[in-house]
């Protein structure tokens, strides 16, 4: 076997990689503790058992009612002062949560309480009939009806409609019939006494605010009145009068453009006479150019009638002398057509210095006109603003005043309306079978709990239990190899007067011896050049079973023809000498003492080639004694005269002896005692050799129990058809071994 404990410390933790799930030692962890989880099981089952024979039965009654999120309209355009329905689609769900509220709602308990008079009910309220009558009046007084009927009803909605089951949960069936039927009833009522009494306080509402509003509409209404008879608003309209204003202004504005654009021409005209008049002094036809001399027929008529005299003078001239009558005549009609022609030429251009200062003046007036316009379209303006203020203020008054009249009159036709969006499709039938408790439903779940409790405790006793059990325990999660077993032995009832320490001797054929030769031969074949010499045999812990391991040791080593002592190393509880049945008075401590030789203490037993060296007086310093060179001297002795030597050793939990016994032998046997040495202790206890440089050869699981259930493989069935194939010892009641 592989020594590699002694190159490194021994750890009882588990490897890092976790170990693979092998559903074989689940099992086996059922079958070990079938009767710890059977005991569980059926204590949950009959403790649900008794806990459902001592429930009260439960009965429950349901009212199936329809709740509309849209309640009937008798009149369309009249909406609900009190709205009880959802509005619209998007309030539907709160609107539904709400109501399943009001349903379980105290008001609604209350009026139940109120009219079934359940505040008096003893039955109800589940004060003991045999009570005494004043603890039964004041149990009574104290209880709260409404809060222990609220506890009694359920709102269950049904799943895709509009319909609601109201039910109540009572000892009493008809009870809890007529309960459900009284809380649905409740709550159609109440649904409409609130609309009811909404409306009513909304009319009482509107006609407060209408006796406010009256007032204050005639108010402004007289505000409005004493304005335009201030203002001598009364003929007309104040827009009326601000168009006919407007138009002025408009006409006013048109005419004054035009004499302006009249008056720029008139100007350009005077200046061009005024440029014409020195010409027209030296020649009167200098006018000629303007176009109303060239326009006028008059003028051209009398050119004409001057160009007529001209002619009829030049003839006259050349036929009469300047004297002459008819020359004088002619001359004096053309002079007359000359000042005619200049007269009305004069009259033109004085016509035209005279339409001008007409458009001038007709300007200036039209301006000043224009101006009394604007100022009085400014007043008119300045009086809009506190017209339209008033006129505002009257028009809100009277359209609040109407909003809320005609809102009043809605209300008191809508108050009058009594439909209801609730109404009771079914009434509560008695209940003829209980609800709770639910026999096998609960039986059922007591069951399943009862299962995974048990599971569960048995798989954490199994994981608390640390203690080592099997072969792949040790070298699994410890690293030591694993030497061997030694069946539990049982004992009889004395036939042959046989210890429990000698079992081997008196069963050669058993179980036990064929364990122990098991072990022997692991330990030879460990080191075949270098044959173990000196073996040391302890544990981590007492009553581990070491005294017995190393007699059953030595009497197998015995048996196969070598010689073999046996030596007691543990000076403070020494029992090798009361197995053998040998004097314990001269041992171990008396040759390091140096009190006797080693061939004194030495002592034969019954077994060939069996030699044991008994403790001796124990000493008060045991460890002291194993230090010495005396002692390393007498192992050197014993080697010499025997083939093997084995030493019982102290626990090496308890003691340092057994540390220092480690480094004397040629290496260290741990005995572990089934399902109770810890894995924790057996680690210590290899780490204490390792750090003296000792050698650990490894474990013997020592009691195991074949018979138990997770000894089933086939190392274990090894030994006990062996021992069933050569008549094993019979069984009786276990017995400590160390």
């Known amino acids: 076997m592989p020594d590699d404990t002694n190159s490194s410390r021994v750890s009882a933790s588990t490897s890092v990689e976790p170990p693979p799930i092998d559903l074989r030692a689940y099992l086996a962890v ?27 039965r439960i009965y429950k009654a349901s009212t199936s009612i329809v709740i509309d999120p849209m309640p009937p309209r008798a009149l369309k355009n009249v909406s609900d002062v009190v709205e009880i329905g959802a509005g619209n689609y998007w309030a539907t769900k709160e609107f539904y949560e709400t109501e399943y509220k009001i349903i379980r709602s105290r008001d609604v308990c209350q009026k139940v309480v109120d009219k079934l008079g359940l505040a008096k009910d003893p039955a109800f309220l589940g004060v003991a009939g045999g009570a005494d009558p004043d603890l039964r009046a004041k149990l009574v007084a104290d209880a709260d009806p409404v809060a222990i009927l609220r506890s009694m009803v359920t709102v269950e909605p049904v799943k895709d409609s509009r319909m609601v089951l109201v039910s109540v949960s009572d000892t009493d069936p008809k009870r809890a019939a007529l309960l459900s039927t009284a809380v649905a009833e409740a709550y159609r009522d109440q649904n409409v006494e609130r609309r009811i009494e909404g409306t009513g306080n909304v009319v009482e509402w509107l006609d407060e605010q209408i006796k406010g509003l009256k007032p204050r509409l005639e108010a402004s209404e007289m505000a409005l009145y004493d304005y335009r008879k201030k203002n001598d608003m009364l003929t007309a309209s104040l827009e009326d009068r601000q168009n006919i204003v407007s138009q002025k202004l408009l006409d006013l504005n048109k005419s004054l453009t035009q004499l302006h654009s009249q008056r720029i021409q008139l100007e350009a005209k005077i200046a061009q006479i005024h440029k014409l008049q020195p010409l027209a002094k030296k020649d009167p036809s200098a006018f000629d150019s303007l176009p109303e001399v060239e326009n006028s027929d008059l003028i051209q008529n009398l050119k004409e009638s001057l160009a007529v005299r001209e002619q009829e003078y030049a003839q006259l001239q050349q036929r009469y002398g300047p004297k002459h009558p008819k020359l004088v005549a002619a001359g004096e009609a053309l002079g007359a057509a000359r000042s005619a022609v200049d007269h009305e030429i004069a009259n033109v251009v004085s016509g035209i210095e005279g339409k001008y200062q007409e458009v001038v003046d007709a300007e200036r007036g039209t301006q000043r006109l224009l101006d009394d316009v604007k100022a009085e379209a400014f007043d008119l303006n300045k009086k809009a603003i506190g017209y339209g203020r008033l006129e505002r203020e009257k028009k809100d008054n009277e359209r609040l005043y109407n909003m809320v009249l005609e809102r009043m009159k809605e209300a008191n036709i809508s108050g009058q309306q009594r439909t209801n969006n609730v109404r009771i499709v079914d009434a509560a039938l008695v209940p003829v079978r209980p609800v709770k408790p639910r026999a096998f439903v609960d039986l059922s779940v007591a069951s399943v709990l009862g299962l995974f409790l048990a599971f569960g405790i048995a798989f954490v006793r199994e994981y608390l239990d640390t203690s080592l059990k099997t072969k792949e325990q040790v070298e699994d999660e410890l690293g030591i190899p694993f030497l061997g077993i030694i069946p539990l032995v049982q004992e009889r009832a004395a036939t042959t ?35 173990l010499r000196r073996l040391l045999v302890t544990s981590a812990g007492p009553r581990e079973g070491k005294t017995t391991t190393v007699v059953d040791l030595g009497i197998v080593m015995a048996q196969s023809g070598g010689s073999v002592v046996l030596v007691d190393t543990d000076m403070r509880r020494p029992r090798l000498h009361k197995v053998f049945g040998v004097s314990g008075e001269v041992g171990l401590s008396s040759v390091i003492l140096g009190e006797a030789t080693l061939a004194d203490a030495v002592k034969t037993t019954e077994v060939p080639g069996l030699s044991v060296l008994p403790c001796g007086p124990i000493p008060p310093n045991p460890a002291e004694l194993l230090h010495t060179e005396r002692f390393a001297r007498i192992l050197d002795e014993l080697a010499e005269r025997f083939e093997r030597t084995l030493l019982d050793s102290p626990p090496l939990g308890a003691v340092a002896d057994a540390k220092v016994l480690s480094v004397r032998a040629d290496g260290a046997l741990i005995v572990v005692r089934s399902h109770k040495t810890s894995k924790d202790m057996v680690a210590q206890a290899a780490d204490s050799i390792l750090d003296v440089k000792g050698r650990i050869l490894g474990v013997v699981l020592n009691q195991v129990d074949l018979e138990r259930r997770e000894y089933g493989g086939y190392y274990y069935q090894y030994y006990r058809q062996y021992g069933a194939y050569y008549g094993a010892d019979a069984a009786s009641s276990a017995k400590d071994q160390g």
């Open 497 to 531: 007067g046989q210890a429990v320490d000698l079992h081997v001797l008196g069963n050669p054929r058993g179980q036990v011896a064929e364990a122990c030769r098991s072990i022997r031969t692991n330990l030879l074949f460990m080191s075949p050049e270098h044959p």
């Open 30 to 56: 059922v079958r070990k503790r079938m009767w710890s989880i059977v005991a569980v099981f059926v204590v949950v089952v009959a403790a649900a058992g008794l806990w459902v024979a001592r429930q009260p």
